[in-house]
């Protein structure tokens, strides 16, 4: 470690990815494994989708579309909103690190929950902003104790809905309390990368509240869903001035050409999206009676990924790799007791839950 970097960097543990198919094959062999680690789309990206890549490669010696007009031109009619309210970014990621380096400062504070979507927390210390971190309730996010938290150097609320790691989300109810408790120029980051695979009929208006003026970002991926997580495209809405903001900061070309070919199609592939909701339903209700057959516990979810109890998240984690199955451990998370199960196309379901009954 150089000596070089601040102690705020030194201190910083980089963020653990799911284990590659590619990895295991090297080091134990085994080849076809179930990858159920990374919460990813198991059916793939949409055909229109590759055939509208493979038409934009041979754009590839140019630079791609700075302002991702076409793409941005069609989330703002899907959404109803105007294109000044939509910024593109490789990935929601991108789009998180760009709000914080815009808007925050080693003076102010910032509130997450704890465990949310690790990436909030790596990158407001990559950034030194102190993070305050309220604990979930019943595995949710606890918005009356955020509210509640925020001081006079709070300038941002961090909220996973649906959260990541537990699969939980909190509904309309919660949320417009919080936003009427807190100060009007406190921010709010509404990260809904699983937006699509809620069921739940009063989830947030999020980008109403956008467009009613609050200080609010609502913050989507093509990585889940639309099965693009390979290309890294995501996008944010917000008020167009918050929006002028982040394009101070935000690098040029930051979505590459194939991204914003590969994501506009996928907005005029209904059916796939219909396909790809129907093999998650089908495999939650297949594993939710897999899992309790088994004894299992698990925590009902409103995404693509199941958290399910198990004696020591890591060492079974270890345990299903020779078996073909790679899941992910959640003791950085500190949930050691936990693992987070991906929903996969019937046969990774099977040779996950036919592993893990030959370990249990």
Same mark, same amino acid.
């Given at each position: 470690m150089s000596e070089l970097a601040p102690p705020h960097i030194q201190t910083l543990l980089p963020y653990e990815p799911g284990k590659p198919e590619e990895e295991l094959e090297r080091e134990l062999g085994v080849t076809n494994p179930a990858k159920l680690a990374s919460n990813e789309n198991p059916v793939g990206p949409s055909p229109k989708a590759m055939e509208a890549i493979k038409d934009a490669?041979?754009?590839?010696?140019?630079?791609?579309?700075?302002?991702?007009?076409?793409?941005?031109?069609?989330?703002?009619?899907?959404?109803?909103?105007?294109m000044k309210n939509i910024i593109l970014g490789s990935g929601a990621n991108e789009i998180i690190e760009t709000i914080i380096r815009t808007f925050l400062t080693p003076q102010d504070e910032a509130i997450m929950a704890w465990p949310a979507f690790s990436i909030f927390m790596l990158v407001l210390q990559a950034h030194n902003v102190k993070t305050i971190r309220v604990p979930l309730k019943d595995f949710t996010h606890d918005l009356k104790?955020?509210?509640?938290?925020? @001081?006079?150097? $709070?300038?941002?609320?961090?909220?996973a809905n649906p959260n990541n790691p537990t699969g939980t989300s909190v509904g309309e109810k919660e949320a417009l309390e919080m936003l009427g408790a807190i100060p009007e120029n406190v921010m709010v980051v509404m990260d809904e990368a699983y937006?699509?695979?809620? $069921?739940?009929?009063?989830?947030?208006?999020?980008?109403?509240?956008?467009?009613?003026?609050?200080?609010?970002?609502?913050l989507r991926t093509f990585s889940k869903i639309y099965g693009l997580a390979g290309l890294r495209v995501g996008y944010g809405i917000?008020?167009?001035?918050?929006? $002028?903001? !982040?394009?101070?900061?935000?690098a040029?070309?930051?979505?590459?050409?194939?991204?914003?070919?590969g994501a506009l199609a996928c907005l005029e592939d209904d059916d796939h999206v219909r396909r790809c909701l129907e093999v998650n339903n089908e495999g939650r209700?297949?594993?939710?009676?897999?899992?309790?057959?088994?004894?299992?516990?698990?925590?009902? @979810?409103? @995404?693509?990924?199941?958290?399910?109890?198990?004696?020591?998240s890591r060492e079974m984690f270890n345990k299903l790799l020779?078996?073909?199955?790679?899941?992910?451990? !959640?003791?950085?998370?500190?949930?050691?007791?936990?693992i987070r199960l991906g929903i996969g196309v019937q046969w990774e379901n099977d040779k996950f839950l036919e592993a893990i009954k030959q370990l249990i």
């Open positions: 490669l041979v754009k590839m010696n140019r630079y791609p579309d700075g302002g991702g007009y076409y793409l941005r031109e069609a989330l703002a009619r899907k959404h109803d909103v105007d104790s955020m509210g509640e938290a925020v @001081t006079d150097s $709070t300038k941002m609320i961090f909220i937006y699509e695979f809620v $069921t739940r009929p009063d989830f947030p208006r999020s980008i109403d509240y956008v467009m009613e003026g609050k200080n609010i970002f609502v917000a008020k167009e001035e918050l929006i $002028t903001d !982040l394009n101070r900061v935000r040029p070309f930051n979505v590459n050409c194939l991204a914003q070919a209700e297949y594993l939710y009676k897999g899992l309790s057959d088994l004894g299992l516990e698990y925590v009902p @979810t409103d @995404t693509n990924f199941i958290l399910v109890k198990v004696e020591n020779p078996l073909g199955v790679i899941v992910r451990p !959640l003791d950085g998370y500190e949930l050691p007791d936990y």
